[in-house]
T-cell receptor
């Protein structure tokens, strides 16, 4: 069964450094998302991406964050200058087009630790 | 706006007993509702979903959920708990395709031998 994959599985960085989290969506999926889950808290929406542009973003997704799909396959989340409070598990999710189901398929996550 | 409330952050059941995890939703439009399971150190796996077809939805691993509009509920049940069901369970709601999911705070299920 096709899966969403994410790399790296664990990223440790120093505060103020830039990080890029990568996701390979399920082939032919059209909707892409990033969520995060701070330890012990609920999963929170960050941003959705469709047709090569952001379609929705949350208050969390400020100017420090950006997303892109540079090569038509990988979907990336960049945090320009990491803060301690960015430490969380980051999940990528993808969904099929509107002619199919609405399920979002989640990747295994990248655990980001900011020191 | 959409939101979900999961009552009970921790639920413990004995092996073989009924599992009932509660989820109530708020939505200004007909909702799409989902249950996901998260095993330790893993991502979110879809258990089942409701997308305006049958109100009783059957999912994987013997789980099912019933959409009750009058109660704005989408509770998850399983007749007989298994040790392997121990995990974190999340209810989520979405308004339509492409929209963000709104997750509940999760319910941690413990199965007692």
């Amino acid at each position: 069964e096709p899966e969403v994959t994410q790399t790296p599985s664990h990223q440790v960085t120093q505060m103020g450094q830039e990080v890029i989290l990568r996701c390979v969506p399920i082939s032919n999926h059209l909707y892409f998302y990033w969520y995060r889950q701070i330890l012990g808290q609920k999963v929170e929406f960050l941003v959705s991406f469709y047709n090569n542009e952001i379609s929705e973003k949350s208050e969390i997704f400020d100017d420090q964050f950006s997303v892109e799909r540079p090569d038509g396959s990988n979907f990336t989340l960049k945090i320009r200058s990491t803060k301690l409070e960015d430490s969380a598990m980051y999940f990528c999710a993808t969904a099929p087009g509107s002619t199919s189901t609405d399920t979002q398929y989640f990747g295994p996550g990248t655990r980001l630790t900011v020191l | 706006a959409q939101s979900v409330t999961q009552l009970g952050s921790h639920v413990s059941v004995s092996e073989g007993a009924l599992v009932l995890l509660r989820c109530n939703y708020s939505s200004s439009v007909p909702p799409y509702l989902f249950w996901y399971v998260q095993y330790p150190n893993q991502g979110l796996q879809l258990l089942l979903k409701y997308t305006s077809a049958a109100t009783l939805v059957k999912g994987i691993n013997g789980f099912e959920a019933e959409f009750k509009k009058s109660e704005t509920s989408f509770h998850l049940t399983k007749p007989s708990a298994h040790m392997s069901d121990a995990a974190e369970y999340f209810c989520a709601v979405s308004a339509k395709t492409g929209n963000q999911f709104y997750f509940g705070t999760g319910t941690s299920l413990t199965v007692i031998p």
